[in-house]
């Protein structure tokens, strides 16, 4: 997402704990369109004073921040009556909690200066349909779908626009649970009707799109891209077969 939105002209900060990931992040970018788009700041979401630092330093490096994008998160595959009350707590604190401290930090300012600004947040499909394995990851994204569609309404009049992507299963990472079992992975493939998994560019794409002013008019949405997924009967069946729901 870094790299497509600084191929698109813009220039960007990425944040989260950890300085070697970001510094990565933006090595990538500067060898591809050279230095000076990319820019890494350590924060983390779910301190609010850490957050409001990181959205300081990002002014002073951008000169004005026009749009955010939130995307941490966190999910490990586990039974409901195994999981942990610091588990669930952990992933509410991250996901739903945290997009709220880096949301309203950044939209207070935009209010404060009197100008507008693009939220966008990144959800799932199983935000509204549910999936075993995983609800305290979906409880806390049902969370932020509904802030979702709360601030996008609230500020939209402002100049605020709050909006949201939810990808469907991408191998990338931490989330390919599939990447050791063919089998299952092909299951999945059968399971959504595109008859392929996301391309992690289709998912820069679409939180371009609702940055740009081209959706200047999309207030509350989620762009679900999951292949129509979400659409078919075997949604996520296959969840009982991922590590630790055996």
């Given at each position: 997402?870094?790299?497509?939105?600084?191929?698109?002209?813009?220039?960007?900060?990425?944040?989260?704990?950890?300085?070697?990931?970001?510094?990565?992040?933006?090595?990538?970018?500067?060898?591809?369109?050279?230095?000076?788009?990319?820019?890494?700041?350590?924060?983390?979401?779910?301190?609010?004073?850490?957050?409001?630092?990181?959205?300081?330093?990002?002014?002073?490096?951008?000169?004005?921040?026009?749009?955010?994008?939130?995307?941490?998160?966190?999910?490990?595959?586990?039974?409901?009556?195994?999981?942990?009350?610091?588990?669930?707590?952990?992933?509410?604190?991250?996901?739903?909690?945290?997009?709220?401290?880096?949301?309203?930090?950044?939209?207070?300012?935009?209010?404060?200066?009197?100008?507008?600004?693009?939220?966008?947040?990144?959800?799932?499909?199983?935000?509204?349909?549910?999936?075993?394995?995983?609800?305290?990851?979906?409880?806390?994204?049902?969370?932020?779908?509904?802030?979702?569609?709360?601030?996008?309404?609230?500020?939209?009049?402002?100049?605020?626009?709050?909006?949201?992507?939810?990808?469907?299963?991408?191998?990338?990472?931490?989330?390919?649970?599939?990447?050791?079992?063919?089998?299952?992975?092909?299951?999945?493939?059968?399971?959504?009707?595109?008859?392929?998994?996301?391309?992690?560019?289709?998912?820069?794409r679409a939180v371009a799109y609702l940055l740009s002013d081209d959706a200047s008019y999309v207030v509350g949405e989620v762009l679900t891209i999951d292949g129509g997924h979400h659409l078919s009967k075997g949604l996520y069946e296959f969840t009982d077969e991922l590590p630790g729901r055996s």
């Amino acid at each position: 997402m870094a790299a497509e939105l600084c191929r698109l002209g813009a220039r960007v900060v990425v944040s989260g704990r950890t300085k070697d990931t970001l510094d990565a992040t933006v090595e990538a970018v500067d060898a591809e369109l050279g230095p000076g788009r990319a820019f890494a700041v350590t924060a983390d979401v779910r301190d609010p004073a850490s957050v409001e630092a990181m959205a300081g330093r990002a002014t002073e490096l951008l000169g004005a921040v026009d749009g955010l994008v939130n995307n941490a998160s966190g999910l490990f595959p586990v039974k409901a009556e195994e999981l942990t009350p610091n588990g669930f707590d952990a992933v509410v604190r991250i996901v739903l909690n945290g997009t709220w401290h880096c949301t309203s930090e950044v939209a207070r300012r935009w209010l404060a200066a009197g100008r507008g600004g693009a939220v966008v947040n990144l959800l799932t499909p199983y935000a509204w349909t549910g999936a075993p394995g995983i609800v305290h990851n979906a409880s806390a994204k049902g969370g932020v779908l509904a802030m979702t569609r709360t601030l996008g309404a609230e500020w939209s009049g402002h100049g605020v626009r709050v909006n949201a992507v939810a990808p469907g299963w991408m191998p990338v990472g931490g989330t390919d649970f599939l990447a050791g079992d063919p089998a299952v992975r092909q299951r999945l493939i059968d399971a959504i009707p595109a008859g392929r998994l996301l391309k992690p560019e289709e998912t820069a794409r679409a939180v371009a799109y609702l940055l740009s002013d081209d959706a200047s008019y999309v207030v509350g949405e989620v762009l679900t891209i999951d292949g129509g997924h979400h659409l078919s009967k075997g949604l996520y069946e296959f969840t009982d077969e991922l590590p630790g729901r055996s």
